[in-house]
């Protein structure tokens, strides 16, 4: 068994550099807009209109399926939410 060390579970998982940045990424999001939509306390069908999908969209994404969500699809959602999104770009180490 391998005793390497990853600093991200997708570090560990995705097959490059790149899928586990866009995988950070994504998952950063979805965690963002299901404490926003929890802590307003809207049921799925009213983050559903807020956010401009239909609810079984706000019920995937609730559930953490990751992978039924682009990035820029998961950015309008959050700008939609009245969340403000933004990126850092960094040399990478």
Do not use: Y
Request: proline share 2%; aromatic share 4%; no cysteine.
């Amino acid at each position: 068994m391998s005793k390497e060390t990853f600093a991200s579970v997708w570090d560990a998982i995705e097959d490059t550099p790149a899928e586990a940045g866009n995988m950070k990424l994504r998952s950063t999001l979805m965690m963002a807009l299901e404490k926003h939509i929890r802590a307003r306390g809207w049921t799925q069908a009213e983050a559903a209109q807020r956010l401009g999908v239909t609810q079984p969209r706000v019920s995937d994404l609730l559930r953490g399926k990751i992978n039924l969500f682009a990035l820029d699809t998961l950015v309008n959602m959050a700008v939609a939410a009245g969340l403000h999104v933004e990126v850092r770009v960094s040399e990478a180490a």
